[in-house]
C-alpha cells in the first residue's frame, strides 16, 4: 500500500506521524513526508489510521 501526501494542504500538525512513524515524519519544511513506500505490512493499519486522522484530508493512498 502506497501513501501520499498533497503538501498543499498540510498543516504540518503532525497527527501522521504521532499515529505511524514507520510510514510518515515530520521534516525541517515543517510538513510531513512519507519515509516507506510502499508501507510496511505490518503498519498498513496505522498508516490508514493516520490518514483518516489527518484534519485537513491530505493523506490518501493507492
Ligand atoms: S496529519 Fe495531515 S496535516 Fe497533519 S502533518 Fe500529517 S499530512 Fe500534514
Known sequence: MKFKIDEDLCIGCGVCE??????????????????????????????LSAEESCPVDAISHE
Open 18 to 47: 504521532s499515529e505511524c512513524d514507520a510510514v510518515f515524519e515530520m521534516q525541517d519544511d515543517a510538513k510531513a513526508h512519507i519515509i516507506a513506500n510502499p508501507a510496511p505490512a505490518d503498519a498498513e493499519d496505522d498508516a
